[in-house]
């Protein structure tokens, strides 16, 4: 069982900067080292589904993006005692503005895991 916080949210002009938090806890990440753990980020804005917005590529560590969001967001990881994956995002725009989800382990090419969510509001 892993558990995952989210944090980092809140309201933001757009233009403005956050960066979003995701803790992973847990008795083990499936065998894995954290380093080489599956995790990403999804969003999901009020009446759309839940979208991808960023991951680790797992083969080779690879930092995936959509396409809405390349130049603007960074996903990096802490692999030291805190075991975070950040996300950087610079530049947001209004259409940015959903609840944000932390997500871990990837079966059967679909995530296992999910955190409860941030709110990420972007003013115009």
């Known amino acids: 069982q892993v558990q995952l916080v989210e944090s980092g949210g809140g309201l933001v002009q757009a233009g403005g900067s956050l960066r979003l938090s995701c803790a992973a806890s847990g008795r083990s990440f499936s065998g894995r080292t954290f380093t080489n753990y599956p995790m990403g980020w999804f969003r999901q804005a009020p009446g759309k589904e839940r979208e991808f917005v960023s991951d680790?590529?797992?083969?080779?560590?690879?930092?995936?993006y959509a396409d809405s969001v390349k130049g603007r967001f960074t996903i990096s990881r802490d692999n030291a005692a805190k075991n975070t994956v950040y996300l950087q995002m610079n530049n947001l725009k209004p259409e940015d503005t959903a609840v944000y989800y932390c997500a871990a382990d990837l079966r059967r090419g679909k995530y296992f895991y999910w955190g409860q969510g941030t709110q990420v509001t972007v003013s115009s």
């Open positions: 680790f590529n797992t083969s080779d560590g690879r930092k995936n």
